[in-house]
């Protein structure tokens, strides 16, 4: 990594901020003086990771990023490695392995890496180092468990379905590389709104995300997922085939209700599916509300 002071005066500065905005772990650079350690940057990894905006982290003391300090902020050897737990928004924590690197000018970059959990596959694994989000084989056990007990206690679940429009086509344009930085986003972005420590963001099929969250009122569950999709698309990510526009959209069909009793969980994943579905063919960039 070149010294964070002298990246504004070279040409190729906007391409190294959009690297190190993107990277898959967070990264965060901080200078001490007069023996305060603050925080001179931190990337959207680092903010997905704390559930935060992108420029919440900017001027803070380096104690108010994690839960536990380093115990040397002054460290003077390059790759210093620790374990340390970032606290959340919503006060869960998530645990990281830290990397430390001396830049000059008495600044560091530290690198926290989410400890991986089990996910399959290589993509998988970084979609969710860099957002948070589960897997869909972690999200379908919550959802049995939140069903079960929304039986049990007349507690309501919400299961929203959001589909990349013409993910297909965006594919075959941007390749692997490209597709996965894209779904990176849209993921961050998805999570960005779903805050609640209860809320499950997860990775489903090829260009799709699901939520699952409990105890909300159907007309809060459409109002979030209708941000999302106003939110994703004011990424601005160029698509050239998109059917709704010149940038990447979502569909989204979501579907609140209090469990019938006797009714397999599978009812509400199938009602997300035809929600989302009809998002798609009334012309996409939509949330639909689906019934069960």
């Known amino acids: 990594m070149n010294d964070a ?3 504004t005066t070279t040409s190729d500065a ?23 350690t603050q925080v001179a940057y931190g990337n959207a990894t680092l ?17 108010d990023v994690e839960v536990e300090a380093p115990a040397d902020p002054n460290l003077t050897t390059t790759g210093v490695g620790s ?13 990281c392995e830290r990397w ?61 379905h959001f589909e990349i429009d013409s993910w297909a086509d965006y594919l075959e344009i941007f390749g692997r590389g490209g597709s996965d930085n894209a779904l990176r986003q849209v993921g961050r972005t998805i999570a ?7 809320d499950v963001v997860a990775r489903s099929g090829p260009g799709g995300f699901l939520v699952l969250g409990v105890s909300m009122e ?16 004011s990424l601005s990510i160029h698509h050239p085939r998109s059917v709704t526009g010149k940038f990447l959209t979502v569909s989204a069909g979501v579907v609140t209700a209090q469990p019938p009793r006797g009714a397999s969980h599978t009812v509400m994943l199938g009602a997300t599916q035809v929600a989302v579905g009809e998002a798609t063919a009334g012309g996409g960039n939509r949330a639909i509300r689906g019934e069960i």
């Open 47 to 63: 903010a997905a990771l704390l559930r935060r905006s992108e420029d919440w982290v900017a001027g803070r003391r380096l104690e």
């Open 5 to 7: 002071a002298t990246v």
């Open 100 to 160: 430390a690197v001396m830049l000059s000018g008495g600044r560091m970059a530290l690198y926290y890496r989410p400890v991986p959990r089990n996910s399959p596959g290589a993509l998988a694994a970084a979609l969710e180092r860099s957002s948070g989000v589960s897997t869909e084989e972690q999200l379908l056990e919550m959802l049995v468990r939140d069903w079960s007990i929304g039986q049990r206690d007349g507690r309501s679940v919400t299961l929203m």
């Open 192 to 198: 960005s709104v779903m805050k609640r420590a209860s």
């Open 218 to 233: 159907a007309d809060a569950a459409l109002s979030f997922a209708d941000q999302i999709v106003s939110r994703i698309r």
């Open 14 to 36: 906007q391409l190294l901020g959009e690297v190190l905005r993107h990277a898959l772990d967070g990264i965060v650079v901080v200078e001490t003086r007069d023996g305060i």
């Open 83 to 95: 374990r340390v737990r970032l606290k959340r928004v919503d006060g869960t924590l998530v645990d």
